[in-house]
Antibody, heavy 116, light 106 residues
Framework: QVQLQESGPGLVKPSETLSLTCTVS????????WSWIRQPPGKGLEWIGY???????NYNPSLKSRVTISLDTSKKQFSLNLRSVTAADTAVYYC??????????WGQGILVTVSS | DIQMAQFPSSLSASVGDRVTITCRAS??????LNWYQQKPGKAPRLLIY???TLEGGVPSRFSGSGSGTDFTLTISSLQPEDFATYYC????????FGGGTRVEIK
């Protein structure tokens, strides 16, 4: 059974870049869509984007100018970079695996706080 | 972008009640509609995909219906473990989640 684990700093300063990595175990990363979703404290889910195993990407239009999602198949990892962060980017960030058109597996989530 | 309106935003119900949650798309999304359950401090869990297909291991008291713009998630007999927040998600175009429905104990 696939497992996903987010890692990265829990605190990022305003205007800097938020960088997270998701490590995949228990299944091949060379299939499926690999996604990032976030959830501000007490609020709903926001889809950030995904990278397909081929390397193609798709991003939420509201974040597209600041987001890059990439894949490293040799390490079985995929990563999120979110540039020029503000307090509004404070959230729990989830990595996930999308099978066809639905998300079947999620990481446990990592809280990232944007603060000086 | 296709927006998803989910309602009610919260509801109170008792164990054994029948509960219905609605999701409405701003334009037709065929059956590209999924439902997730999220409990506090946990990642969401897939309940239903393609509007009406039950994910493996999900109790049969959960069901989904609809196509086009209007969709419903029904819990036929609410159980104590069902008190949670439910989200719809459209994947017809760039994926978007509905705002969520919090199901609370009456």
């Amino acid at each position: 059974q696939v497992q996903l684990q987010e890692s990265g700093p829990g605190l990022v300063k305003p205007s800097e870049t938020l960088s997270l990595t998701c490590t995949v175990s228990g299944d091949s990363i060379s299939r499926y869509y690999w996604s990032w979703i976030r959830q501000p404290p007490g609020k709903g889910l926001e889809w950030i984007g995904y990278v397909y195993y081929s390397g193609s990407t798709n991003y939420n239009p509201s974040l597209k100018s600041r987001v890059t999602i990439s894949l490293d198949t040799s390490k079985k990892q995929f990563s999120l970079n979110l540039r020029s962060v503000t307090a509004a980017d404070t959230a729990v960030y989830y990595c996930a695996r999308e099978h066809d058109f639905w998300i079947t597996s999620w990481g446990q989530g990592i809280l990232v706080t944007v603060s000086s | 972008d296709i927006q998803m309106a989910q309602f009610p935003s919260s509801l109170s119900a008792s164990v054994g009640d029948r509960v219905t949650i609605t999701c409405r798309a701003s334009q037709s999304i065929d059956t590209y509609l999924n439902w997730y359950q999220q409990k506090p401090g946990k990642a969401p869990r897939l309940l239903i995909y393609s509007a009406s297909t039950l994910e493996g291991g999900v109790p049969s008291r959960f069901s989904g219906s609809g196509s086009g713009t209007d969709f419903t998630l029904t819990i036929s007999s609410l159980q104590p473990e069902d008190f949670a927040t439910y989200y719809c998600q459209q994947t017809y175009t760039t994926p978007f989640f509905g705002g969520g429905t919090r199901v609370e104990i009456k």
